[in-house]
C-alpha cells in the first residue's frame, strides 16, 4: 500500500501541492506557538544583578489554591518580598559559602536639569548585595549613612563624581546623598545605587523582609539549587539558577514570560482550531476531485478498506513531509512574532527564544494527527461510491449534503448563536473574548451547512446572471449545478472576513466601552501622573492643606472559582483607592458606601458580585498582585466595572503589594490648580493634567497591538489556504473548459464566466463574512457600550472586504489562465 501512495503521489504531484501548502502552514503556525510557549517557561535574557550567584532565592509567584490540580494556577504580577531570616535559613544548607540578603526598592537620581534620570528602570540596594554582580568599585569607598555609590552608568549620565551631592527620590522628596564611590559592572538594563545596610533597609520599608537572597555555592558543589527547594518547600519561595535568575532579577523578564505563557496557550488554540479546519477543508477537496478515480478503483476490485487505506497512507506521506518543514519553519515564524512583540513593547528586544525539539515534534504531531483525521473523515464517502460511477462521464456534484453533516451544522448554528448573546450578560474582556468564539463557532456551523445556504442563495441570484449573455448563462448554470463546490470556495473566504473583523472590532469596541466608562467615572479636575508614578506623600500632602485627593493604585487580584471538580484561577483587573473615592469618582455604587473603604475591606463590581454570591458585609478571599492570600471583608458594590475593574481595594492594601509601593496616579478635586501644583512641584517627574488623561490606559492599547499582531499572522495562514482552495478548485476544472472550447465557447468568454463566478463567490463570502461578524458585535457592542454599532474605523471594515474580493478574483483568474493554455484537444484527454 505504502508503494502505490508514494505512486500516486508522484504521478499526482500536483494534485497534493494544496493539501501540502495547508498542512505546511499550519505546522509552521502551530509550532512557532509552542516555542513561544516554551519560551514562557525557559527564555529569557542574561543576568547582569545576579550573574555571580549560582542560585537565587526569591517569593513565589506561582498561585495555585490548596484543591487544585498541578496544571491549575496563577501567575503574581509583583514580586513578593521573603523574610529576611531565610537568609540564616539557607547558609545552613550544605554547599552554601555565602548566603546574600538584597533589599530592592524604587531609586531614582535627579538630573541637573531637575527631572529624574529615568531612560532605564532605576532601583536602590544595599552595599552587600553588590557582590551577586559582582559590582566592583571602580574609585570610592562602600557608602556609609547619608552616602550612595552609583553605577557607572547613571554617575556619567547624572554628571556627578566621587565627592559630588547627588539628589534621589524614592517614594518621598529628593533627598541628597554624598556619592561615595562609583561602581561598575557589566550590563546596562537597569541603573543601580547602592547605599548603607541600615540606609536601604529604612527605604525599602520593610524591615524584616528583604526583595531576595542571593547564593553563592562552594566550590565543587552540585545540584544546589535541588537541595535549597527540598528545604525550602514550605517557604513558598522560588529558587532559581541559570537563566531562570533573569526573570528573578528584571521585572519586564518575568511579565514577558507570564504574557508569553498565556498569549501562546490562548492563540495556540485558535492556531489549532483554524488549522484544522483549513486542513480539513483542502483535503476534503482533494479527495472528491478524485472521485471517480476511487470510484473506478472500487469498479476493478478495491475494497472500502482499501481505499481508506490508501487515501490514509498517502495522506500520511504528504503530512509528514509538510509538517516536518513546517516545523523547521515555525522557528522562524516564532522569531519575526517575537519581534514584532518587541515592537509594540510587550517584549524586551535582548529577550531571547528558548527553542528545542518539543515543541518541534509536538507541531508535526498535530500536523499529521489533523490531517489524518482529516482524510478518515473524507474518505468514508469515496470508499463506499457505487461503482457504476466509474462509467459516468460528467463530473456532476452529489444531491445533497449527508444528514449528519447537516444536524451537527444546525445544531453548531443554534450553539453560536446562542454564545452571541453573552456580552449581554457578561461584561469585561471574557465578553469580547466570548464573541470571537462565537463568530468561529458560527463560521464552522456554515462551513457543514453551506451547500444548503449557497444554494439558497444562488437560486435567487442565477436568473439575474443568466441574462448577461453566453457567459452569465454558463456561470448561472454552473454555480445552479455545482452549487457545492461554490460552497467550497466560499467558505475560506467567509472564515477570513469574519474572523479579521470580529476580531479587530471586539477589540475596538471594548477599548470604546472602557474609555467612556473611564471618562464618565473620573469627576476630579485635575488627575496628577509621574514617570515612574506617584508618591503617597503627593496626596497625602494635598489631603492636609484641605484638597480633596484620591490616591488611585492600578493593580490585579488573582481568583480561584470552582464548578464541579475544577478550580479555574485568573487574573482580573483591580484598582487601589481611598475612601475619599466617592468625591472624585462616580463608580455607580449600588449598594454600600465606599466612605467605608478602608484596610482589610474590598467593593465588588455589582456583576462579578452577583456571579461569587457576595453581598455586603460578606468575607471575600482572593489573592493579591504579589501572590499572597487575602480574606477582606465586602463594603460596598459598584456598576463602573469596565473603569475601575471587578476588585477595588483600599489604596493602602493595594500599594503593600507591589514592588513600587506608589500610586498610579491622584485623583484631585479642586479648582486652585496653582496650590496643587505648589505641591506637585516638589516631586521631579510629576505632572497635573485633565481629567482625560485618566483615560490614557497603555496596557489596552498593548493587549490591542498584541491581539492584532496574533490576529494578523492566523489570518495571513488563512488567506494563503483561501487562494490555495480557490486555485485547487479553478485548476481541476480545466477539462471542462477544454470541453466547453470544443464545442464552440470562446476563450473570452470561459473567462468572463470565470469572472462571473469569481465576483459571485467574492460578493456572497462578503455577505455571509459580514452577517457573522456582525451578529455578535452588535450584540457585544449594545452589552459594552448601549449601542449597536461597533466602535472603530469603518475604512478597516472596508479593506477588509477588499482584501478579501482582490484576493479571490485574482486566485481564480489565474488559475484559470493557467487552465486555458493548452490545447483543448489535449487537454480534454488528461486525467482529472
Request: charge should be neutral; proline fraction near 4%; hydrophobic fraction near 50%.
Amino acid at each position: 500500500m505504502l508503494s502505490l501512495a508514494l505512486q500516486t503521489v508522484k504521478s499526482r504531484l500536483g494534485g497534493f501541492i494544496g493539501a501540502f501548502v495547508a498542512i505546511l502552514c499550519g505546522t509552521a503556525l502551530v509550532s512557532a506557538c509552542g516555542i513561544l510557549m516554551e519560551s514562557g517557561f525557559r527564555g529569557g535574557v542574561p543576568t547582569q544583578r545576579y550573574a555571580a550567584a549560582d542560585v537565587v532565592v526569591t517569593g513565589d509567584r506561582t498561585v495555585q489554591p490548596p484543591d487544585a490540580d498541578a496544571i491549575e494556577f496563577g501567575h503574581a504580577s509583583e514580586q513578593a518580598a521573603i523574610p529576611a531570616a531565610l537568609a540564616g535559613k539557607i547558609a545552613a544548607v550544605p554547599g552554601v559559602r555565602t548566603a546574600v540578603a538584597e533589599q530592592t526598592f524604587p531609586a531614582v537620581v535627579v538630573g541637573p536639569d531637575g527631572q529624574p534620570l529615568a531612560e532605564k528602570p532605576s532601583f536602590g540596594h544595599n552595599w552587600e548585595s553588590a557582590v551577586l554582580a559582582p559590582y566592583a568599585l571602580k574609585e570610592g569607598n562602600a557608602p556609609k549613612n547619608d552616602e550612595v555609590v552609583l553605577d557607572s552608568g547613571l554617575a556619567a549620565r547624572s554628571g556627578t563624581k566621587v565627592g559630588d551631592e547627588v539628589r534621589v527620590m524614592t517614594r518621598t522628596v529628593p533627598v541628597a546623598y554624598r556619592v561615595a564611590g562609583v561602581a561598575e559592572a557589566g550590563g546596562d538594563r537597569q541603573a543601580a545605587l547602592f547605599f548603607s545596610s541600615a540606609t536601604a533597609t529604612a527605604l525599602a520599608g520593610h524591615p524584616d523582609r528583604v526583595a531576595a537572597v542571593g547564593v553563592l555555592a562552594a566550590p565543587g558543589t552540585r545540584d544546589l539549587a535541588d537541595r535549597l527547594e527540598e528545604v525550602l518547600k514550605d517557604d513558598h519561595v522560588t529558587v532559581s539558577e541559570g537563566a531562570d535568575r533573569s526573570a528573578a532579577e528584571f521585572e519586564d523578564v518575568s511579565r514577558t514570560k507570564s504574557i508569553l505563557a498565556i498569549l501562546a496557550g490562548s492563540f495556540g488554540g485558535y492556531a489549532v482550531l483554524v488549522a484544522i479546519f483549513v486542513v480539513a477543508s483542502t483535503l476534503a477537496l482533494t479527495v472528491e476531485q478524485r472521485r471517480r478515480e476511487f470510484a473506478l478503483l472500487r469498479a476493478v476490485g478495491a475494497t472500502p478498506r482499501q481505499v481508506r487505506r490508501l487515501i490514509g497512507v498517502e495522506t500520511t506521506v504528504v503530512s509528514v513531509a509538510a509538517g516536518v518543514l513546517g516545523s523547521l519553519l515555525g522557528i522562524g515564524v516564532s522569531i519575526g512574532l517575537r519581534d514584532a512583540f518587541a515592537t509594540i513593547g510587550v517584549v524586551p528586544e535582548d529577550f531571547a527564544l528558548s527553542i528545542s525539539p518539543l515543541p518541534l515534534a509536538a507541531a508535526l504531531v498535530i500536523g499529521v494527527g489533523a490531517a489524518r483525521l482529516a482524510a478518515w473523515s473524507a474518505s468514508r464517502r469515496p470508499s463506499s461510491i457505487n461503482p457504476v460511477e466509474a462509467l459516468g462521464e460528467a463530473a456532476l456534484q452529489r444531491k445533497d449534503v449527508g444528514k449528519v453533516r447537516l444536524a451537527i451544522g444546525w445544531v453548531l448554528l443554534a450553539v453560536g448563536l446562542g454564545a452571541t448573546a453573552t456580552p449581554l450578560f457578561l461584561r469585561g474582556q471574557l465578553g469580547a473574548a466570548t464573541s470571537v468564539m462565537a463568530a468561529l463557532v458560527l463560521i464552522i456551523a456554515l462551513a457543514l451547512v453551506g451547500p444548503r445556504v449557497i444554494g439558497g442563495a444562488v437560486r435567487l441570484v442565477a436568473p439575474v446572471i443568466g441574462r448577461n449573455g453566453v457567459s452569465g448563462y454558463l456561470a448561472s448554470a454552473n454555480v445552479l449545478k455545482n452549487s457545492r463546490r461554490l460552497a467550497a470556495a466560499v467558505t475560506p473566504l467567509m472564515l477570513a472576513i469574519g474572523f479579521f473583523v470580529v476580531n479587530f472590532y471586539s477589540q475596538t469596541t471594548f477599548t470604546a466601552a472602557v474609555q467612556q466608562e473611564t471618562a464618565r467615572s473620573i469627576t476630579a479636575d485635575h488627575v496628577v501622573t509621574g514617570v515612574t508614578g506617584v508618591s503617597p506623600e503627593v496626596a497625602d500632602t494635598l489631603r492636609q492643606k484641605g484638597i480633596t485627593a484620591t490616591s488611585l493604585v492600578r493593580t490585579q487580584v488573582i481568583t480561584a472559582t470552582r464548578s464541579s471538580d475544577s478550580v479555574q484561577v485568573e487574573s482580573r483587573p483591580a484598582n487601589g483607592l481611598d475612601a475619599t473615592a466617592g468625591a472624585t469618582a462616580d463608580l455607580g455604587v449600588v449598594t454600600g458606601d465606599l466612605a467605608d473603604l478602608t484596610t482589610g475591606t474590598v467593593a465588588l463590581g455589582a456583576d462579578h458580585a452577583s456571579w461569587e454570591n457576595k453581598e455586603v458585609g460578606d468575607t471575600v478571599e482572593f489573592w493579591y498582585a504579589d501572590g499572597q492570600p487575602a480574606k477582606l471583608r465586602v463594603v460596598a458594590t459598584y456598576r463602573h466595572d469596565l473603569a475601575f475593574g471587578d476588585y477595588v481595594l483600599s489604596a493602602a492594601d493595594a500599594r503593600a503589594h507591589t514592588v513600587a509601593g506608589m500610586d498610579s496616579a491622584v485623583l484631585v478635586k479642586s479648582g486652585d490648580t496653582t496650590a496643587v501644583q505648589d505641591i506637585t512641584g516638589r516631586y521631579p517627574g510629576v505632572r497635573v493634567a485633565e481629567r482625560v488623561a485618566a483615560q490614557d490606559r497603555d496596557d489596552e492599547r498593548t493587549q490591542f497591538l498584541l491581539n492584532l499582531i496574533a490576529v494578523g499572522v492566523i489570518l495571513g495562514y488563512v488567506a494563503i489556504s483561501v487562494s490555495n482552495t480557490l486555485v485547487m478548485s479553478t485548476a481541476a476544472r480545466r477539462r471542462e473548459f477544454a470541453l466547453l472550447r470544443l464545442v464552440g465557447t470562446g476563450r473570452r468568454q470561459v473567462v468572463r464566466m470565470m469572472r462571473t463566478e469569481a465576483v459571485l463567490t467574492v460578493a456572497l463570502a462578503a455577505v455571509l463574512g459580514t452577517v457573522v461578524a456582525a451578529v455578535p458585535l452588535v450584540l457585544l457592542a449594545i452589552g459594552m457600550t448601549g449601542s449597536p454599532l461597533p466602535s472603530g474605523p469603518v475604512g478597516v471594515y472596508l479593506g477588509a472586504l477588499a482584501g478579501a474580493a482582490l484576493l479571490g478574483v485574482v486566485s481564480i483568474a489565474i488559475s484559470t489562465r493557467l487552465s486555458l493554455r493548452g490545447k483543448p484537444i489535449d487537454t480534454i484527454g488528461t486525467r482529472e
